[in-house]
């Protein structure tokens, strides 16, 4: 059963343009959330997170919003550039600052086209 | 600074025969965590360790997988015998114990097992 759950494999936007990434959870003791980028051929990088005491988390471009009684969260990449092509992954934590046990989607491939 | 190293970045094998993925973690990193994505299953957390003492192996699919982490700056996961339904890309990532959810990932390797 998956608990965190991408349901968009793909998408596609034009350069500029915003993008938008959507992940929804099921287990309501979750309480850390991040967003991870991967390349091919490379592993995972840490991209941006959010605790449950927040809506919103902002880093540059990057911007995470979690509705907890949606139990969703979204990533905005505002412009979007052709080097933001890759796949995103969301994770979910339920370790309240001491149990780092990543529960992760399985990812959504994002397209940028210049 | 060297990232997460992990080899063999590629491994082929038959059934039956044992593998021994290796990583080295981020100097002074001292939480280790092994992970496996596939199609099917996204990217799946086996075992994470603290100070090189094992926390949580519920991830590990069955006793034919095993982890150890002899040091801080070693770590080794083992198949025996390996199966075709193993097959998969093998993450290890490592970080400050502090900053847990901000995990750093090797390249991975890729396991095949015909």
């Known amino acids: 059963d998956q608990q965190v759950k991408q349901n968009s494999p793909s998408l596609s936007v034009q350069e500029g343009r915003i993008s938008i990434l959507n992940c929804d959870y099921t287990?309501?003791?979750?309480?850390?959330f991040l967003w991870y980028k991967k390349y091919p051929a490379e592993g995972p990088t840490f991209l941006i997170s959010?605790?449950?005491?927040?809506d919103k988390n902002e880093d540059g471009r990057f911007t995470v919003f979690l509705n907890k009684s949606a139990k969703h969260l979204s990533l905005h990449i505002v412009p979007s550039q052709p080097g933001d092509s890759a796949v995103y992954f969301c994770?979910?934590?339920?370790?309240?600052?001491?149990?780092?046990?990543?529960?992760f989607g399985k990812g959504t491939l994002l397209t940028v086209n210049p | 600074d060297a990232g997460v190293i992990q080899s063999p970045r590629h491994e082929v094998t038959e059934m039956g025969q044992e593998v021994t993925l290796r990583c080295k973690p981020i100097?002074?990193?001292?939480?280790l965590f092994w992970y496996r994505q596939t199609m099917m299953r996204g990217l799946e957390l086996l075992i994470y360790?603290?100070?090189?003492?094992?926390?949580?192996d519920s991830g590990m699919p069955e006793d034919r997988f095993s982890a150890k982490m002899p040091n801080a700056s070693f770590s080794t996961l083992k198949i025996q015998p390996s199966e075709p339904r193993d097959s998969a890309v093998y993450f290890c990532?490592?970080?400050?114990?502090?900053?847990?959810?901000?995990?750093?990932f090797g390249p991975g390797t890729r396991l095949t097992v015909t």
């Open positions: 287990n309501s003791m979750f309480d850390y």
């Open positions: 360790f603290n100070n090189n003492v094992p926390i949580d």
């Open positions: 959010i605790s449950s005491i927040k």
């Open positions: 994770a979910a934590s339920r370790g309240g600052g001491s149990n780092y046990k990543l529960t």
């Open positions: 990532a490592s970080t400050f114990r502090d900053r847990g959810y901000e995990q750093y």
């Open positions: 100097s002074g990193h001292n939480s």
